[in-house]
């Protein structure tokens, strides 16, 4: 893993870039990957795979379950030894870090085994909510708690399989723990419904999720997302290969909408099964051009960007990345519907509203979302980051036509993108 400093000052750049540039692989691809290969009976092998600390811990856990796990990590191949439903390891305590997606999809996960397995991670972790998956899962059979009984980590489960039945799982605060219970239920002893609750946040990760379960043999039916059915049967080992991945995609994209320059991001094209591809149908609404082809997808700018007016549920990831571009744009933008992400390494609503004040914006921040109203000119400043690294890779942008930006604990990027700066100074 790469060094970092305590902080780092983002120097803009002479000029527009014109650049070519490749980002790891996805880190929700790799991760549900990750979670099905180890459910599979034979050798998966992941291709193209994410290093990061969210993948770490993914790759940690399915070891703790006693599954051969061989992470070539220069080659960016992940061979995983699936074992089905029947882990090898009967007890284990599993350190998920930071990562959501990781005690989110083991939860579910080590409920079809057999044992008793206790999930933890870092202070924030026990402030992230998982009681509504623990819901659903005792329902179908399961015997998992917070220990705490606070509805967050650390979480306990005395497993003995699911049967399978009938469970709902609410939608409005995180998709993991309805793509976390869909993974897992093609192990239940029995046919699942899963019918979702309320408004389901984030739909295209639901699609990543029965994309990835498609290719390893498993096909699920389901009503408009909101209604699905799972019939009991194995997964197939293969080989996959992960695309790159389009979030951190969306910060080169930004840096060519803000320095009105033009970056190609490479592996990343029309075919992706990501939902965060549709950052750049933003930035085109906003001004910039974009070309997108199979292989690749340039943005390009130039044009004066204006402020929009969107409904960012869908691909709430890209909201931070948005939010940078906004401080540059002729007018308000307004970002809505996504409550949801208050709940994520930080609160990304409120962490937004206070840096993006520090750089002169005004903001009006609201339960759902905000509204940003630019500078005139971009204030310098210290951009703290809460240990998050999208408000770490988000605000870096701002630094390249900016002066005086500085990022604080620049090494938070190592959760999903330990490379980022190195990739963001060969746009120089």
């Known amino acids: 893993m790469p060094e970092y400093p305590a902080e780092l000052t983002v120097s803009p750049l002479s000029r527009p870039p014109q650049a070519r540039v490749r980002v790891p692989g996805s880190k929700s691809l790799t991760n549900r990957a990750l979670v099905v290969a180890g459910l599979a009976r034979g050798t998966s092998t992941l291709t193209g795979a994410l290093e990061s600390d969210d993948t770490r811990v993914m790759v940690d856990g399915l070891r703790r379950l006693g599954l051969a796990v061989d992470h070539d990590r220069e080659a960016r191949t992940i061979v ?108 239940a002893k029995g046919p699942t419904t899963v019918e979702v609750m309320g408004t ?17 043999g498993r096909n699920i039916s389901n009503r408009d997302f909101r209604r699905f059915n799972v019939e009991p049967a194995p997964y197939s080992a293969r080989t996959y290969m992960i695309e790159p991945d389009a979030s951190a995609a969306s910060y080169f994209f930004a840096a060519a909408a803000i320095t009105g320059g033009s970056v190609t991001v490479e592996g990343l094209g029309t075919g992706s099964i990501q939902g965060d591809v549709g950052f750049c149908d933003l930035l085109e609404h906003m001004g910039c051009s974009v070309d997108r082809t199979a292989g690749a997808i340039t943005v390009t700018g130039g044009r004066p960007l204006v402020g929009i007016d969107v409904d960012m549920n869908a691909i709430s990831d890209t909201v931070m990345t948005l939010a940078a571009v906004a401080l540059f744009a002729d007018g308000p933008t307004r970002i809505r519907n996504v409550a949801h992400i208050r709940h994520k390494e930080t609160d990304r609503i409120a962490a937004l509203a206070t840096e993006l004040r520090k750089l002169g914006a005004q903001v009006d921040e609201h339960p759902d979302g905000l509204v940003i109203h630019p500078p005139r000119a971009i204030s310098p400043a210290r951009i703290a980051t809460y240990d998050d690294h999208r408000m770490a890779m988000s605000f870096a942008t701002v630094g390249l036509k900016a002066e005086g930006v500085t990022i604080l604990d620049p090494g938070c990027v190592a959760k999903t993108y330990p490379g980022f700066w190195d990739d963001l100074d060969a746009l120089r």
Do not use: W
């Open 80 to 187: 995983v030894e699936g074992r089905g439903r029947h882990f090898p390891s009967q007890e284990a305590e599993l350190f998920v870090g930071n990562s959501g997606t990781t005690l989110r999809f083991l939860t579910a996960m080590v409920c079809v085994g057999r044992g008793t397995f206790r999930l933890d991670g870092v202070p924030r972790m026990r402030e992230r909510p998982v009681a509504d998956l623990l819901l659903a899962l005792n329902r179908l059979g399961a015997d998992a708690r917070s220990e705490l009984g606070t509805g967050c980590p650390p979480v306990v489960v005395h497993a003995d399989g699911l049967d399978g039945g009938y469970a709902e799982v609410r939608g409005d605060v995180s998709s993991q723990f309805l793509s976390g219970l869909l993974m897992a239920l093609p192990c």
């Open 200 to 216: 389901l946040v984030s739909k295209p990760y639901i699609a990543m999720t029965l994309e990835v379960m498609a290719a390893f």
